[in-house]
């Protein structure tokens, strides 16, 4: 069998018995339901006679956790039929759910129905113990084994559904079938989807809409340097992947099963800088959303449940239970939207607070600094509170986070030029004078010598220091050194060479090292993990971006590289049985060569991972960095490269960038042509004239 996965949709190929089946599984644009659409073929030298059965199962709550754990309830709610239109209709909770003819019947009472097209149906089961058999399972159903349906109607226990049809294929024929499986009361929007939807055609002309769309979202960045596997990361699969995470938040997948019903704060902000290229429209509506999720104070609802979200009546979360980073994202969130666009005038829009009151985004801003500087502990550092970005870390309320602190850092630094550009004098004034606060306080109390400390506890127990016997360097506060330009320029040297010699595997930057195992659980939670694994000197891949960018804002674009290439997941596509998740997505962790299995990663698909993955290669090791003004080419790459190419298309126009490096260094622009005229620096001005535009860039000493 061979599965190929394309934008939203799959082709599972298999041969067997001289039978080849091809079958194509996608949601159309718009719709509650799914095709499946089934090509087979007979490849042998005779007739040959087939019966074919579909089979979904399906729950029987819509509510996962209860479906599973509530069975003297679930499994007494379900009814299952065919229709006299030849639709299987399952029905939950049937005597309460009048059908009114719309797609939801109520919340819990949820409808399915299936169907199938081109082909005669000769039988359907809807009890799955009919289907499968006693003490049968998925691998010889009985009813596949006997080749007849047993026309079951599923009275309670648990539904499936299948239909039947068989036929006979000449040597070389190939028939095609169609199942529509979709959610709603087959009575109605099943009988309306299938006269609408039910045919080979129409199912050809729904893939074809679905390519277009999600290919059009890909176009912002096309680029075609020396890596191939690079090329298909950035121009389809980890934009892809941040286009999905960017959809489904959290919210269901494998790992997180449908339990989440809301964004979590933090990560959901974090999005947007994968997505604000291709799709900024909707990264502003999530902006103003999660804008909406920041209280009056300046902290953040934990998560923002978009259905219910009440801004101006949310009630503030308990003062145990705020985060100290969440609302610092925007100081990366909102200048990636900005900059993409333009919309200067997004950050003077009101917006409400979750709780009460509205400010205009810049004001949102403000409050969010504020926030973070009101909660301060003795060192001068803000407080780590519940938790920083690692959710593992117990500082207590008044311990003190020096990744918030570079985070707060870059804030007032972003919002100093925010307030420059707005015509505000005072707030730069004092955005400046707060950052040199900052800055002496991190000074005073947070460089150990090599590196930058982990973070201070409440009792005033310092974190991540040469005596630490556990967690002695942290990823983050390296970086982020960097990233925030706090660290001077011996000690960006230092902490970065540190991050080398200690943190750096094959596989990718590990968030900490030696792990922690005797450290009380009271302050790092990452105790329960094995040693090597996510927060306990696992990598963390949602922070390998981080260690991408810190090495480029330092020239060193081998560097930079070779962390982007240890963590990408394409470079992996030869050796999967490695990383054991899919090799064109983003996982969650991976193990470090503090574990017995170092590079088998987990928790694919959805993760923080994606977003920075991709940011920190396109406007980092690229270079092609939305500004205000226009888009400055600033690359960081490989000496090994002599020239990469690129096309963006930024605020309706397109630019063919091609980057020549014909003396094999990282970093430096030393000239820059746009069509053809010799350019002053390296900002590709926003609004020239014409819809194409040619720009050679060339790095040199
Ligand atoms: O930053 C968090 C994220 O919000 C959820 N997953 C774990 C990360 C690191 O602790």
């Not at 020396?226 to 960017?246: E, K, Q, R």
């Not at 310092?462 to 001077?488: C, F, K």
Request: aromatic fraction near 10%; glycine fraction near 8%.
């Amino acid at each position: 069998s061979t599965c190929r996965h394309g934008t939203a949709y799959s082709v599972i190929e298999s041969h067997y018995s001289e039978i080849l089946t091809e079958t194509t599984y996608f949601v159309p644009l718009e719709q509650k339901f799914e095709y499946w659409r089934l090509k087979i073929t007979n490849e042998s030298q005779r007739r040959r006679e087939l019966s074919i059965f579909s089979f979904c199962e399906f729950t029987n709550q819509w509510d996962t956790f209860q479906d599973r754990v509530n069975l003297q309830y679930s499994l007494f709610i379900v009814r299952g039929e065919l229709t006299g239109e030849n639709l299987l209709r399952i029905a939950i909770q049937d005597n309460l759910t009048p059908d009114t003819g719309g797609d939801f019947i109520s919340d819990i009472a949820r409808h399915c129905w299936m169907g199938m097209a081109e082909a005669p149906i000769d039988g359907f089961d809807t009890s799955r113990e009919a289907f499968l058999g006693l003490y049968r399972g998925y691998h010889n159903p009985l009813v596949v084994e006997s080749g007849r349906s047993t026309n079951s109607k599923a009275y309670g226990d648990n539904a499936c559904g299948s239909l039947a049809t068989s036929g006979s294929l000449q040597p070389g024929e190939t028939r095609e079938i169609l199942i529509l499986l979709g959610i709603g009361d087959a009575h109605t929007v099943g009988k309306r989807t299938f006269a609408e939807f039910g045919s080979l055609e129409q199912a050809d002309a729904e893939l074809e809409k679905l390519k277009t769309h999600w290919h059009a979202q890909l176009e912002s960045l096309r680029v075609d340097t020396p890596d191939a596997d690079l090329n298909h990361t950035i121009n389809v699969w980890g934009l892809y992947n941040c286009l999905v995470n960017f959809a489904w938040s959290r919210s269901a997948s494998l790992v997180y099963n449908g339990e989440r019903d809301g964004l979590g704060f933090r990560d959901s902000v974090q999005d947007i800088l994968g997505v604000a290229a291709a799709i900024p429209e909707p990264a502003r509506e999530r902006l103003e959303l999660m804008l909406t999720g920041q209280l009056s104070n300046g902290g953040a609802m934990p998560i923002v449940r978009p259905f219910e979200h009440n801004p101006g009546h949310e009630e503030a979360p308990h003062p145990d239970e705020y985060r100290s980073d969440d609302c610092l994202w925007f100081f990366n969130a909102l200048p990636a939207y900005v900059n993409e666009t333009g919309d200067l005038d997004f950050y003077n829009k009101m917006l409400p607070y979750a709780d009460r009151g509205e400010a205009t985004v810049f004001d949102h801003l403000r409050r969010a600094l504020d926030f973070n500087l009101e909660r301060s502990g003795v060192n001068g550092l803000p407080c780590g509170l519940s938790a920083d970005w690692n959710d593992t870390l117990r500082l207590g309320y008044h311990g003190e986070s020096l990744f918030v602190a570079f985070q707060l850092r870059l804030g007032l630094a972003t919002y100093a030029e925010i307030a420059e550009r707005l015509g505000k004098p005072g707030q730069k004034s004092w955005a400046l004078a707060e950052q040199k606060k900052l800055d002496a306080s991190i000074q005073a109390c947070a460089w150990d010598g090599e590196w930058f400390i982990w973070a201070i506890g409440e009792d005033g127990t310092v974190y991540g220091t040469q005596d630490s016997e556990e967690g002695q360097v942290y990823l983050n506060t390296q970086v982020w050194s960097v990233i925030s330009e706090a660290a001077t320029a011996d000690q960006s040297a230092r902490c970065m060479r540190t991050v080398h010699e200690r943190l750096a595997t094959p596989y990718g930057l590990m968030l900490c090292a030696p792990p922690v195992i005797k450290t009380s659980i009271d302050v790092m939670r990452a105790v329960v993990f094995n040693p090597g694994i996510k927060e306990n000197a696992g990598i963390f891949n949602h922070t390998q971006g981080w260690g991408v960018m810190a090495a480029c804002m330092l020239g060193d674009g081998d560097r930079a590289y070779e962390y982007y290439r240890a963590s990408m997941p394409a470079a992996y596509n030869d050796r999967a049985e490695l990383r054991q998740i899919e090799p064109y997505v983003q996982g969650q962790t991976t193990y470090s060569t503090y574990s017995p299995r170092g590079g088998n990663s987990r928790t694919s698909w959805l993760t923080g991972a994606a977003a920075w993955s991709y940011f920190s290669a396109t406007q980092y090791i690229l270079g092609i960095k939305p500004e205000v003004d226009g888009l400055r080419i600033d690359p960081c790459i490989p000496s090994s490269w002599n020239s990469f190419s690129a096309v963006r298309r930024f605020r309706n126009q397109s630019f063919h960038i091609t980057v020549h490096n014909p003396h094999g260094v990282c970093k430096g622009v030393v000239r820059m042509l746009i069509d053809g005229e010799q350019a002053a620096g390296n900002l590709v001005p926003a609004g020239l004239p014409g819809k194409e535009h040619q720009v050679d860039v060339w790095l040199g000493p």
